[in-house]
């Protein structure tokens, strides 16, 4: 079956520590995407990638770290500078281009600083 | 000015009723745009997609868009205890993906 996934889905850090999130898809989709949500709010961008080996910042990018080595794996990591990780974390996948370009997601993964 | 904006609070409708959501964006170049819907502790799930100017309807879904004014809303018809759930606004334009902050609806039986 065609999907994203993340991988773990629980995931606990000690402060200090740098920890990598796991996304892969099988869609065959150019653009990837990592956002993160906290408790009652919506979805805020990190780091998007059109294309292998590209990648820009998005709102909040800072403490955060990715790679786009394959166009399948958007592999994203929390380093020890995020002071605040604890967090839901959702990474998508869509097929850009001109008009319709529906993002899916995978089942996430929370992270919680212990 | 935020990129997308979805100012209301939680939003309670009798089971049968119509729920009404609203949205503004602030990015003319915007192409295309998305309602999600989100269960607690879940990932987003696609409802509506919609990119011309006017209504779209999909179902009890009704998706409209006014790009002059710059808002899309969504109505949910004869709203059932199902459709309690978070609902995020979101476009795609400059090659990122962008979402409001969801409007939470909950249905009373």
């Known amino acids: 079956d065609g999907g994203i996934t993340q991988s773990p889905k629980y995931l606990f850090r000690k402060e200090g520590q740098n920890v990598t999130l796991s996304c892969e898809q099988n869609?065959?989709?150019?653009?990837m995407y990592w956002y993160r949500q906290d408790p009652g709010q919506g979805l805020r961008l990190i780091y998007y990638?059109?294309?292998?080996?590209?990648?820009q910042k998005g709102d909040i990018a800072e403490g955060y770290s990715v790679s786009r080595e394959k166009k399948e794996s958007f592999p994203l990591t929390v380093t020890s500078a995020q002071k605040n990780p604890t967090a839901f974390y959702l990474c998508?996948?869509?097929?850009?281009?001109?008009?319709?370009?529906?993002?899916?997601f995978g089942q996430g993964t929370r992270l919680t600083v212990v | 000015q935020k990129e997308v904006e979805q100012n209301s609070g939680p939003l309670s409708v009798p089971e049968g009723a119509i729920a009404s959501l609203n949205c503004t964006y602030s990015?003319?170049?915007?192409?295309?745009f998305f309602w999600y819907r989100q269960y607690s502790g879940k990932s987003p799930e696609l409802i509506m997609f919609i990119y011309s100017n006017g209504d779209k309807e999909d179902g009890r879904f009704t998706a409209q868009l006014n790009k002059a004014s710059q808002y899309v809303s969504l109505l949910i018809r004869d709203s059932q205890p199902s459709d309690s759930a978070t609902y995020l606004c979101a476009y795609y334009g400059n090659n990122r993906l962008a979402f409001g902050k969801g409007n939470q609806v909950v249905v009373i039986p």
């Open positions: 990015d003319r170049g915007s192409q295309s």
């Open positions: 869609l065959n989709h150019d653009a």
């Open positions: 990638s059109q294309i292998v080996n590209d990648f």
């Open positions: 998508a996948s869509s097929e850009p281009g001109q008009g319709y370009t529906e993002a899916f």
